[in-house]
Structure formats: C-alpha cells, structure tokens
C-alpha cells in the first residue's frame, strides 16, 4: 500500500497510507477534519533488496595493521636499472 503526502492550508504536511484505488479519494487532516490537496512527491523505490543487505553485512571498518613503528627506520629502495625518471618513487 502506497504512501501519499496532503497538505492541509491550516495545519501543513500530513502522510495517509492509501490503496491505489483510493488515491484519488479526498482525505481529510487528522488535526482539523478539513479537506487536504494531494501533492506529489518522490517516490521511495527498492530496486534491489540484496545490494542493501550485503552492505550492512558488517557496518565495522576494516582495520589496518601498521608495518613500520618508526618511519625513519624505513629505508628506501634506490634506482640502479636504466630509468633515471623513476629514482626514489
């Protein structure tokens, strides 16, 4: 069952779950019993269920594991082959 959006001129935005055949229908707003204009808005659309539940399989971060505790330790691979413009990357 579908949700739809009315607007109230005295109260503002309301929300009403409707069948499609009723879509149409006047509704009236739960504070103020007036009649309410139907708007339009975006729809909310699951293309795919899956893709979602693969994505909150794990919500934790992948931790990384430091190699070196002290950068100046690390020493540095130095270029001997025939390609000056690769020196020290």
Known sequence: ????????????????????TESNAIAYCPQCQESAKRIFSIPGIQLNGALRLKKTENPEPKLAKKQDSDPAQRSRAKSHGGRPWMINH
């Open 1 to 20: 069952m579908p949700l739809y959006e009315f607007r109230c001129n005295d109260c503002g935005i309301f929300d009403e779950w409707r069948t499609m």
